[in-house]
């Protein structure tokens, strides 16, 4: 599924004066130079994002067919289309995936509109897996407010419930892989990952914007306390 992404012509938008906002003609020039926006398109991804939990498999190897994947922060379902993909329905794979947005129904993926901040989620969750999952991959992103040290904070808290879900729902020697915008308590987030997981990686896919701050968080080789 990688793809070689070449930029074709960049395409520039000329508008009437007024018409519309400076930012929302960068938005528009940008999605419409945006190869892997092209690429989702054209493969049937509801996302870009799409590409990146297919670099990051490539990376570290972590989907195999017929294991159990949640999803959180799943909208519009980009990365539960490529999980389930990897995973196969066929193959008794499962994809449970929850947001705060409603989605389109994708065949084959439990979809459940709720919060990670539902007290409930968790157990939902459980109730809809009916096993341990293998693999816990969350691209939770908070609504921009612009003000970058108030997103960092809120991507950090994002992440940290993320992990907690992990360590909820992951069978021994699961995977988790979480979305992260770096700054302030990463490290201390690393640090708690490291009593959780054997390994931790960080990763930048190259479908992840330049200037963005985000990087992807890994731990490989889940321990199970519980089961200590
Ligand atoms: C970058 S988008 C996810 C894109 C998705 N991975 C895809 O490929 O289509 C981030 C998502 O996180 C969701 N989100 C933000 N806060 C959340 C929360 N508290 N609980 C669940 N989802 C949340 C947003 O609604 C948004 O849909």
Redesign the pocket.
């Known amino acids: 599924m990688s793809k070689n992404l070449t930029n074709n012509p960049r395409v520039k938008i000329k508008v009437k004066k007024g018409s519309k906002t400076v930012s929302s003609r960068r938005w528009l020039e940008r999605q419409l130079n945006d190869p892997y926006v092209a690429a989702a398109k054209k493969d049937g991804y509801?996302?870009r994002?799409?590409y990146k939990?297919i670099e990051l498999n490539e990376k570290f190897n972590f989907f195999k067919k017929g294991q159990s994947v949640v999803?959180?922060?799943?909208?519009?379902?980009?990365?539960?289309q490529v999980a389930l993909e990897f995973v196969g329905a066929s193959n008794k794979g499962k994809v449970v995936s929850?947001?705060?947005?409603d989605i389109e129904p994708i065949e084959g993926v439990i979809f459940i509109n709720?919060?990670?901040?539902d007290e409930e989620i968790i157990d939902t969750i459980r109730r809809n897996l009916k096993t341990k999952a293998d693999i816990v991959i969350s691209?939770?992103?908070?609504?921009a407010s612009g003000h970058k040290s108030t997103d960092q904070t809120r991507s950090l808290l994002?992440a940290e419930?993320a992990l907690d879900a992990a360590i909820s729902l992951l069978r021994d020697k699961g995977v988790f892989c979480c979305?992260l915008i770096r700054g302030k308590g990463e490290e201390e987030l690393v640090k708690i990952m490291r009593s959780y997981f054997t390994e931790i990686k960080r990763f930048k896919p190259a479908a992840s914007r330049k200037d963005s701050a985000e990087i992807f968080l890994i731990g490989l080789n889940f321990n199970n306390q519980d089961l200590a």
């Open positions: 509801r996302s994002s799409a939990l999803d959180l922060g799943s909208a519009p379902g980009g990365w539960s929850i947001d705060i947005q709720g919060s990670i901040m691209d939770m992103a908070p609504y994002l419930l979305k």
